[in-house]
């Protein structure tokens, strides 16, 4: 099956359609924003939904009613959060809540609650994203960037993304699949190591540059008979950073070897 085929007719499908999918929402790439949120999304969960709306207007007034301004402090709020917690799924997990400017504000409705049961839960907006881009700046300048096949949000909030690979072309999701994502993981680590090596004490750099990779709360590969999870990827942080140290010791300019996942 052709990868744009398998992809667009077969997957999207899958994840979106009302009847026998997932019921996913899909949504274009030029919604999400630097930050690697779906603004329209998580404006909508944070200002519509039951259990926020009241909230949302409370929270709104703080800002002199400058809603903009709003949604980029709180994502950059959720930012920090995020980079706090060692992966999407614990993130989630400790922060179905949140207080921001003194205000509690749901971030996810989890299901079978005694009260509701699974009508908050049904509020939740799951999308899903073909083709996003994603660009790591540092001081204006762009130090990586690639582009996922499918990217998954919450809500608005980024959960991971997945690779496709096609046997029409003899690729695999299990070779070909596995390979594009340990480069680019490696790519990205190697161009983080360049900008902050032994001048980012708090890692705060590495929260940001490296968490569509490391704060996923999986990263999959398909193609159209198998699926790959590869979770915990930044395990293999310490083995690609000494490969490098090695090579610039022995002034060897050679691309470190590639890592197995």
């Not at 690697?36 to 949302?56: G, M, P, Q, R, W």
């Not at 997990?93 to 049904?122: A, E, M």
């Not at 096609?166 to 680019?184: E, F, L, P, T, V």
């Not at 699926?227 to 293999?236: D, G, K, L, V």
Request: proline content about 2%; aromatic content about 12%.
């Amino acid at each position: 099956m052709d990868e744009l085929i398998l992809q667009d007719k077969y997957l999207m499908n899958f994840f979106t359609n009302r009847a026998d999918g997932l019921q996913y929402k899909e949504v274009k790439a030029n919604t999400v924003s630097n930050n690697h949120f779906v603004v329209e999304d998580l404006k909508y969960f944070i200002s519509e939904t039951t259990l926020n709306k009241t909230a949302y207007r409370k929270l709104l007034k703080k800002f002199g009613n400058n809603e903009k301004q709003l949604l980029q402090e709180f994502q950059e709020f959720l930012n920090k959060r995020i980079g706090e917690s060692m992966n999407m799924a614990l993130f989630i997990n400790n922060n179905k809540s949140v207080t921001f400017k003194g205000i509690k504000i749901n971030l996810f409705y989890p299901s079978g609650s005694i009260t509701h049961g699974d009508k908050l839960f049904n509020e939740n907006q799951f999308s899903v994203v073909q083709e996003l881009p994603y660009i790591y700046k540092h001081q204006g300048k762009t130090q990586f960037s690639f582009r996922p096949d499918i990217t998954f949000f919450l809500n608005g909030i980024f959960l991971g993304y997945s690779e496709l690979k096609s046997n029409y072309n003899n690729q695999s999701a299990h070779k070909d699949g596995k390979i594009k994502i340990a480069n680019d993981y490696q790519k990205a680590v190697t161009n983080y190591l360049d900008i902050a090596d032994g001048n980012d004490v708090d890692k705060s750099i590495r929260k940001d540059f490296l968490k569509i990779f490391e704060k996923a709360i999986h990263i999959t590969t398909t193609d159209v008979q198998d699926t790959f999870i590869i979770r915990n990827i930044a395990n293999h942080f310490d083995a690609i950073k000494q490969k490098l140290k090695i090579n610039r010791m022995t002034f060897q300019h050679t691309k470190p070897r590639l890592l197995s996942i």
